[in-house]
């Protein structure tokens, strides 16, 4: 492509006030010879696009350098299509709103931020989106329970085929169980029939969707709008392709043969919540021990949950199950004494209404620790405890059944955990924590990485969390229900759907040459240059998603529908031949040696800010925008993840003259989630290896520090960069300076 650039450059918002708008035309027309360069008061109005609208249509030019606000709003007004290379340099909130007007500092930092953007334009290329054949969007549901079958019915209205599988001989999941399901509708006081019978008979007339009842995924290989499923039902087997899959595989109760201390398996009239379900549905509520009927009942929540010798998470909907069970006997016989034991009664948002009727029902609530179940002496059974309250011992009156409100385990929390490839002799030790994968035999995928979902702590499939709960580490493969967490029925229901619109939106994206979260609608994708690759297995060992399988050589064989653009595969490699249209080891190398390195004599350190792009550049925007300052010796360049981080970068920098280089992402951790799963700890990880290229050119650890942040921590920005920039200071200038 022959590129014909103009830089613009807006004067609004403080901008023109703060710097000389004159110097910053010179280094665009003089030091990089760009041949259109215009200035204007307010780019984003309808004006200012107008202008640079114009000059593409007219004037030829067909990369674009707006020096305005930052990249991250605007984005509807500066779209001027896939084809158009356009930067945006970012001269409003990381420049004049976070450093003195009419500074030489202020206005040097804001120069070197022009001239990496020309560079950066310089060297990208539009995207040339990568076009699949043979393009599926149907879409796999695994489970047909109630978040199976809502998934699947609200693709299908949505206008999508779908393939839906059940491993039993029919659909309800769960729900075949249960006598009635917790309020749902106001006043929440009284409980409501199931709706099993409607929502199957719903699924089974949807035309798009097609069923198969009591089978086993054999095998899925490919990838999103790829997949090619396998699937074994009474010794024949099925193929379909699919676009994207959701996971609803369900979770089954814990086992109660676990919780001796509790009398379940040594008293016969200790029961779980499920077995006293299946008795109100068959109407038969009898106790177990003489077959008589229930004239009293106690119920003990956290039956194992939120216990670390069994289950140390909150199953979500025990508290309401018990609730429901206990309306059961008030309805049957409101006289009827009911115990509840409990740590926290968890009944949030309506059902909070169902909990305080219950006690105006009369149900006896007590909150404590249950250190036993005895036998009275006449056949019935006390329940001791340590009342939470009364800091004293407390014993129910003579019951006839106890019921243990046991909780939720994902059905993929079962199974041998997945063995990676074991490193050949001559193969580089990973360094690289491996996922947790459990051969749980529900999708048996075909990839590199394992034949399941990676799973977290708990052996539910992992998510990312915080930000997009129904994204995995699998792209086009959803989570949905209590297989992805712990929860009741309406979030069960809301789960559904909620995936079946990630399925929905993945194969729509996929079918575009576009990638899904984080960097939604991102056309371009890795290009690997093999003539000098070493197989050496960093790309697919660090991919966080399983993008990138291998040959029987152990070349790599990348799945761009897999991929999710984060660059953590050419930061891994050590050959660089891994790189995007717009982002590459070679481009971000050359905005470095962009930067304008003062003398040593001039006493103005460069600080070279590596600053991820969902989290760290994100608080550098929020701490301009509440005009918090910091030192100006700082150069911004923003990566996509620090997991693209290659480490020629820290060499170039410092062979520049560079004088610190601090790298900014996000947490990663129990506690917080980088958008890339692993960036931020790979970078962490690869930053030995920045020690070893500080010892070969004989320079201070310090220079290079890495700070994890989220984007809410934007008020510590000012420290942070403050004192990296005191302690260069004290190391002294790069001895590099100047070569």
């Given at each position: 492509m022959e590129k014909k650039t103009g830089v613009y450059i807006c004067t609004g918002c403080?901008?023109?006030?703060?710097?000389?708008?004159?110097?910053?035309?010179?280094?665009?027309?003089?030091?990089?010879?760009?041949?259109?360069?215009?200035?204007?008061?307010?780019?984003?109005?309808?004006?200012?696009?107008?202008?640079?609208?114009?000059?593409?249509?007219?004037?030829?030019?067909?990369?674009?350098?707006?020096?305005?606000?930052?990249?991250?709003?605007?984005?509807?007004?500066?779209?001027?299509?896939?084809?158009?290379?356009?930067?945006?340099?970012?001269?409003?909130?990381?420049?004049?709103?976070?450093?003195?007007?009419?500074?030489?500092?202020?206005?040097m930092l804001a120069e070197d931020q022009l001239r990496m953007g020309l560079v950066k334009a310089r060297d990208a290329e539009p995207p040339e989106p990568f076009m699949a054949e043979d393009l599926s969007k149907r879409v796999l549901v695994v489970g047909g329970g109630l978040a199976g079958m809502t998934s699947a019915n609200e693709a299908a209205k949505a206008g999508y085929e779908v393939v839906l599988v059940e491993n039993s001989d029919r659909l309800g999941g769960y729900l075949k169980d249960v006598y009635k399901l917790p309020p749902s509708q106001?006043?929440?006081?009284?409980?409501?029939?199931?709706?099993?019978?409607?929502?199957?008979?719903?699924?089974?007339?949807?035309?798009?969707?097609?069923?198969?009842?009591?089978?086993?995924?054999?095998?899925?290989?490919?990838?999103?709008?790829?997949?090619?499923?396998?699937?074994?039902?009474?010794?024949?087997?099925?193929?379909?392709?699919?676009?994207?899959?959701?996971?609803?595989?369900?979770?089954?109760?814990?086992?109660?043969?676990?919780?001796?201390?509790?009398?379940?398996?040594?008293v016969p009239d200790v029961v779980t919540a499920a077995q006293l379900e299946a008795m109100f549905t068959t109407g038969k509520v009898t106790r177990p021990s003489?077959?008589?009927?229930v004239k009293s009942v106690a119920f003990i929540l956290c039956a194992g949950s939120r216990d670390p010798q069994h289950l140390p998470y909150c199953s979500a909907a025990c508290c309401v199950e018990s609730l429901k069970q206990a309306k059961y006997f008030k309805e049957t016989d409101g006289g009827m004494p009911v115990y509840v034991f409990y740590k926290d009664i968890r009944a949030s948002g309506n059902y909070e209404l169902f909990y305080k009727q219950l006690q105006k029902d009369g149900v006896f609530f007590v909150?404590?620790?249950?250190?036993?179940?005895?036998?009275?002496?006449?056949?019935?059974?006390?329940?001791?405890?340590?009342?939470?309250?009364?800091?004293?011992?407390?014993?129910?009156?003579?019951?006839?059944?106890?019921?243990?409100?046991?909780?939720?385990?994902?059905?993929?929390?079962f199974?041998?955990?997945?063995?990676?490839?074991?490193?050949?002799?001559?193969?580089?030790?990973?360094?690289?924590?491996?996922?947790?994968?459990?051969?749980?035999?529900?999708?048996?995928?075909?990839?590199?990485?394992?034949?399941?979902?990676?799973?977290?702590?708990?052996?539910?499939?992992?998510?990312?969390?915080?930000?997009?709960?129904?994204?995995?580490?699998?792209?086009?493969?959803?989570?949905?229900?209590?297989?992805?967490?712990?929860?009741?029925?309406?979030?069960?229901?809301?789960?559904?759907?909620?995936?079946?619109?990630?399925?929905?939106?993945?194969?729509?994206?996929?079918?575009?040459?576009?990638?899904?979260?984080?960097?939604?609608?991102?056309?371009?994708?890795?290009?690997?240059?093999?003539?000098?690759?070493?197989?050496?297995?960093?790309?697919?060992?660090?991919?966080?998603?399983?993008?990138?399988?291998?040959?029987?050589?152990?070349n790599p064989l990348p799945n761009p529908t897999r991929c999710r653009r984060c660059g953590v595969c050419m930061g891994a490699c050590p050959e660089r031949i891994i790189s995007f249209k717009n982002y590459s080891v070679?481009?971000?190398?050359?905005?470095?040696?962009?930067?304008?390195?003062?003398?040593?004599?001039?006493?103005?350190?460069?600080?070279?800010?590596?600053?991820?792009?969902?989290?760290?550049?994100?608080?550098?925007?929020?701490?301009?925008?509440?005009?918090?300052?910091?030192?100006?010796?700082?150069?911004?360049?923003?990566?996509?993840?620090?997991?693209?981080?290659?480490?020629?970068?820290i060499a170039d920098a410092l062979s520049k003259g560079i004088d610190g280089i601090l790298l900014l992402g996000c947490k990663h951790g129990d506690e917080y989630q980088c958008h890339f799963i692993k960036g931020s700890e790979l970078a962490n990880i690869r930053m030995t290896k920045v020690q070893e290229t500080l010892n070969r050119l004989v320079l201070e650890s310090d220079r290079v520090r890495l700070e994890q942040l989220s984007i809410a921590d934007y008020e510590r920005l000012p420290e942070i960069l403050d004192g990296f920039a005191d302690r260069v200071q004290e190391l002294g200038p790069n001895p590099y300076k100047g070569y």
């Open positions: 403080g901008i023109g006030d703060a710097l000389e708008s004159a110097a910053l035309t010179k280094v665009a027309t003089g030091e990089y010879k760009v041949p259109v360069c215009k200035e204007h008061p307010f780019l984003c109005s309808a004006e200012g696009a107008a202008l640079i609208r114009t000059d593409l249509e007219e004037a030829g030019v067909n990369t674009i350098v707006i020096a305005a606000c930052s990249p991250r709003v605007m984005t509807d007004v500066f779209d001027f299509g896939a084809d158009t290379v356009m930067e945006r340099v970012n001269l409003r909130e990381q420049v004049v709103w976070s450093h003195p007007a009419n500074d030489e500092d202020t206005q106001p006043p929440y006081e009284e409980l409501q029939e199931s709706n099993l019978e409607a929502l199957t008979q719903e699924v089974n007339n949807q035309p798009a969707i097609k069923t198969y009842l009591g089978v086993q995924i054999e095998a899925i290989s490919g990838a999103p709008c790829m997949f090619d499923v396998r699937i074994r039902q009474n010794g024949q087997e099925a193929a379909e392709r699919v676009g994207a899959i959701v996971l609803a595989s369900g979770s089954v109760p814990y086992d109660p043969n676990k919780l001796l201390d509790l009398g379940y398996g040594k003489n077959g008589q009927p909150r404590g620790a249950v250190t036993a179940i005895e036998d009275d002496g006449s056949g019935g059974l006390t329940v001791l405890a340590d009342d939470e309250l009364t800091r004293s011992p407390i014993m129910s009156e003579s019951v006839d059944l106890v019921v243990l409100a046991t909780g939720m385990v994902p059905t993929t929390a199974g041998e955990a997945f063995k990676a490839q074991a490193p050949k002799e001559g193969d580089e030790e990973s360094v690289v924590p491996s996922d947790t994968i459990l051969v749980s035999n529900i999708l048996n995928l075909q990839y590199r990485q394992g034949p399941e979902m990676p799973a977290l702590q708990y052996g539910f499939p992992d998510s990312h969390f915080i930000c997009f709960p129904y994204e995995s580490r699998r792209t086009g493969i959803y989570a949905a229900g209590s297989v992805r967490a712990p929860m009741d029925y309406a979030r069960c229901t809301e789960d559904g759907a909620g995936a079946a619109l990630k399925a929905i939106q993945c194969v729509e994206m996929v079918a575009q040459g576009r990638a899904v979260h984080p960097r939604v609608g991102d056309q371009t994708y890795p290009e690997f240059f093999m003539q000098r690759c070493t197989q050496c297995k960093r790309c697919t060992e660090e991919c966080p998603f399983g993008a990138i399988n291998e040959d029987e050589k152990a070679a481009m971000v190398g050359n905005m470095i040696k962009g930067i304008n390195v003062p003398e040593e004599d001039e006493e103005k350190p460069r600080l070279l800010v590596l600053t991820c792009e969902n989290d760290a550049y994100p608080a550098l925007d929020l701490a301009g925008i509440r005009r918090l300052t910091y030192n100006p010796w700082v150069r911004f360049i923003q990566v996509r993840c620090l997991g693209s981080m290659n480490l020629v970068w």
